[in-house]
């Protein structure tokens, strides 16, 4: 799960930021099962597929099971799960399944659950995050099966990380890594349409 500590930090911030008064803690399970129909825990790759067409959201176009399960999940969290989040208080989606880990620990307890989470408002992903894994081989393990998964896709296969990896040895230290959208943090502070509206530059204007 969530440390407490990231839990409170990211609550501060929309306070002060967006007016809010705590946040929702709820897990992937509860989420989809809400608003997708679907337990991404038990489904398999044909039961997602079943989801979205019953939501009228396009399969993906992959072939392979696992690459078929993976896109489910992320099509059902963007277009079915993503939109009722956080519009009561911001929303930090918590314990992914496995195969959505990325770099996160999974549970010791329930290895079928990421130590992942993700805060909405209104909506929007304003923060990602996890509990970091700190195995250098099991991060290599993750990164090549990323890279198998881009090969069927016919998409580049990336080099792997050699300085990410290498700071993966035995005195990596626990931790939690958050990225925070500060752009989209500032957009819906200021209710504005869109990021453009608050920026004062793009990558076409830098």
């Known amino acids: 799960a969530t440390s407490a500590g990231t839990a409170d930090l990211l609550d501060r911030i929309a306070h002060e ?15 989809f099962m809400a608003h997708a129909g679907v337990d991404p825990f038990a489904a398999t790759a044909h039961d997602l597929e079943i989801a979205l067409d019953r939501l009228g959201i396009a399969r993906p176009t992959t072939t392979g099971a ?39 620990r999974l549970d010791t307890r329930e290895p079928a659950v990421a130590e992942r989470f993700e805060l909405f408002f209104s909506g929007v992903e304003l923060a990602n995050g996890w509990v970091e894994e700190t195995s250098r081989g099991v991060v ?11 090969a069927l896709d016919d998409r580049a296969v990336l080099p792997l990380p050699s300085r990410l990896l290498a700071a993966h040895g035995p005195q990596m230290p626990d931790g939690v890594g958050v990225a925070l959208g500060f752009d989209r943090l500032v957009m819906l502070g200021a209710g504005a349409r869109s990021i453009d509206a608050v920026r004062p530059f793009s990558s076409t204007t830098a």
């Open 140 to 150: 290599t393990e993750r990164l090549k099966a990323a890279n198998h998964s881009r």
């Open 17 to 31: 930021v967006l007016g809010t008064d705590g946040i929702e803690r709820l897990g992937c399970r509860e989420a």
């Open 66 to 104: 696992d690459q078929r399960w993976d896109r489910g999940f992320e099509l059902l969290l963007a277009a079915a799960v993503q939109p009722h989040l956080g519009h009561a208080r911001p929303t930090l989606l918590e314990r992914w399944p496995a195969s959505q880990a990325a770099l996160a």
